[in-house]
Each structure stands twice: as structure tokens, then as C-alpha cells.
């Protein structure tokens, strides 16, 4: 038997048709009691929730570094004298110079510290981090996953409850007051290891690693040539998670230098701080010093978005 509609076409068949009950079809369109019309309603006010809440955040973001900016330009006169945020006169590149020829140039010196601990140092520890992720992920040992459970564990710990350990150890080994005392701990870092691991299993196939077996290639040149070029977003997101975290870590250092040579910049701006209340000249340099510093961030995100993108977005599937 044929069912038709009210306006004479045949209703769409089901299987079965003609043996068993018929599946009555509803015709696309509005729900009764204008539920349908609801919807547009409700995805219009989420969308105003969540860009009120980021526009929110940006701006939680952005005062502060526009006070900074603000302040930079000024001389200490009117940075007292004139609001946070209303410019004065224009001051910004001789507060630069004062910057980097105080003491000799000590800033510079800082600066260079800061590039060379958390630049390379963060540089080798996401190096390290990668290649036992990808160990963790590739290869199948004894007591694999209780070895993975312990590196989670260290995830767990406060960094900053290590510090006291880290610097018995460099100092029983001679190694406190020295580049190595900050570098060394930089390289251990477990949540760099979930990450990698995380970032292998979604950018390497189990297939690419077993064809370059089947064609040759070395466990060293596999991982080299065919595992860390593939997960290259996932390595420059980590990277850029490690150097941001230790960029503005002071902690460590302060603990393991008393040279102050050797400092990075965000302690030499630390002990500035805390020297101007006997001194004001230092209020000065501290403010354009921490200006100054931002900027390696903003040129790292910069110059690295398009491979910390991807890199988010895997993780974020994970």
C-alpha cells in the first residue's frame, strides 16, 4: 500500500515498505510552538558571552603593558606628576640610554644572560623533552608506563619547591654561582614530556616509522630525518611554553648566583625594584628595563604563530 501526502506526492519509502509499519516523516521547517526560532536567539547571546569574556581578558592583558609604555616615555618628574595614563614629554630614547649605560652597561649584560639561559638552554630542554616523549611514544620497554607515570608525578611538584634541592646539588657538585648552575636544571622538564609525547602521537603515523626501518634507516636518522621534522609544530609550541615560563622566572637564579654578572634580566630588575625605595633613580630603569624585556616574547610569538597554531590545535584534539 501507497501512502501519499496532502498535497498528492508519494511519502519517502522505508525499507520493508509494504510488509510492515510505515515511518511517518516530519517536513523540514520550524517546530511547533516556535521552538526553532529559539535557536538563533541562543547562539547570538553565547557569541556575546564569550567575546564580552575574551574582550574582557584583553584587556586584563593590555593595561598593564600600556602603563608601561606610558610610563617609559615620560622623566621621572612627570612619571610622579601626570596620570598612568596621559603623555607627557617625550622621553623614551633617553631613558633608553640611560638604560644601557648604567653601570657600565650592565643591562646589556642581562640581557645577553636571559637570551642565553632561556633561549638555548630552553632551546636544548625542548630538544631533550621531544626525544623522550617520542621514546615514550615509539618504543615499548619494561615498566613503560609506570616509567610515564613517574615523569606525570613530576608534573604535580611545584617548581618552585625544588629550588632549595637544585641548589644543595650544584653546590656540592661546584657548580653554584656559574651559567651551568641555571642551565642544567632547564633541561629536566616533565610536562614537556607529556607534551611531546602527546604531539607524537598525533603527528607521527606508527606507518611513516616502520617504512623508514623497512628502507634502512637507523633509529638516530629515523628520529632525525622523519620524526622531529613531522612534529617541528608541536617541538616550536613546546618550545615556546618552556621559554615563556622561565622568561619570567627569577627564583632559580636568585638562589644559584650571587655574582651579579651573571644575572638575567628579570632579577638585575628584581634588585632594582627593590633598591629603589632607598634610591628613585632606579624606579626610572626599572620601568623601561621591563618594557625592554618584553620584547623578546613578542618577537618569539611574532616570528613563530604559524607553527604554534597548529601545534595548539593538535593538543587540543588530544
Not at 496532502?6 to 510552538?33: C, D, L, N, W
Amino acid at each position: 500500500m501507497t501512502t501519499h501526502t496532502v498535497t498528492g506526492q508519494p511519502s519517502p519509502r522505508t525499507a520493508g515498505e509494504g510488509s510492515g509499519p510505515k515511518i511517518r516523516t516530519r517536513p523540514p521547517g520550524p517546530r511547533p510552538g516556535g521552538r526553532g526560532h529559539a535557536r538563533p536567539s541562543r547562539s547570538w547571546t553565547a557569541k556575546a558571552v564569550v567575546n564580552g569574556l575574551l574582550a574582557l581578558f584583553a584587556c586584563y592583558t593590555l593595561v598593564p603593558l600600556t602603563w608601561l609604555f606610558v610610563a617609559s616615555t615620560k622623566d621621572h618628574g612627570d612619571l610622579v606628576g601626570t596620570g598612568g595614563f596621559t603623555f607627557a614629554a617625550f622621553n623614551l630614547f633617553a631613558n633608553l640610554g640611560d638604560l644601557f649605560t648604567y653601570g657600565d652597561g650592565i643591562y646589556g649584560r642581562w640581557l645577553l644572560n636571559s637570551i642565553l639561559y632561556f633561549g638555548l638552554g630552553c632551546l636544548a630542554s625542548t630538544l631533550v623533552s621531544t626525544a623522550v616523549g617520542y621514546a615514550f611514544d615509539k618504543y615499548d620497554f619494561p615498566h613503560k608506563e609506570k616509567l610515564f607515570g613517574i615523569v606525570l608525578l613530576g608534573v604535580l611538584v611545584p617548581s618552585a619547591v625544588l629550588v632549595l634541592p637544585q641548589y644543595l646539588l650544584a653546590s656540592k657538585a661546584g657548580l653554584d654561582n656559574t651559567y651551568w648552575a641555571v642551565l642544567v636544571p632547564l633541561l629536566v622538564n616533565p610536562f614537556g614530556v607529556y607534551l611531546a609525547r602527546v604531539f607524537s602521537e598525533g603527528y607521527i603515523p606508527d606507518e611513516v616509522i616502520e617504512a623508514a626501518r623497512m628502507d634502512g634507516a637507523g633509529e638516530w636518522r629515523v628520529f632525525r630525518s622523519v620524526g622531529l621534522p613531522m612534529i617541528a609544530p608541536g617541538f616550536v609550541t613546546l618550545f615556546l611554553f618552556t621559554f615563556t615560563s622561565s622568561w619570567n622566572n627569577f627564583v632559580l637564579p636568585l638562589y644559584m648566583l650571587s655574582n651579579d654578572k651573571l644575572y638575567p634580566v628579570t632579577l638585575g630588575l628584581a634588585i632594582w625594584s627593590k633598591s629603589s625605595q632607598q634610591n628613585p633613580e632606579f624606579y626610572m630603569l626599572t620601568i623601561v628595563g621591563a618594557l625592554v624585556s618584553v620584547l623578546p616574547l613578542i618577537i618569539a610569538f611574532v616570528c613563530l604563530q604559524r607553527f604554534w597554531r597548529s601545534g595548539l590545535t593538535a593538543g587540543a584534539v588530544k
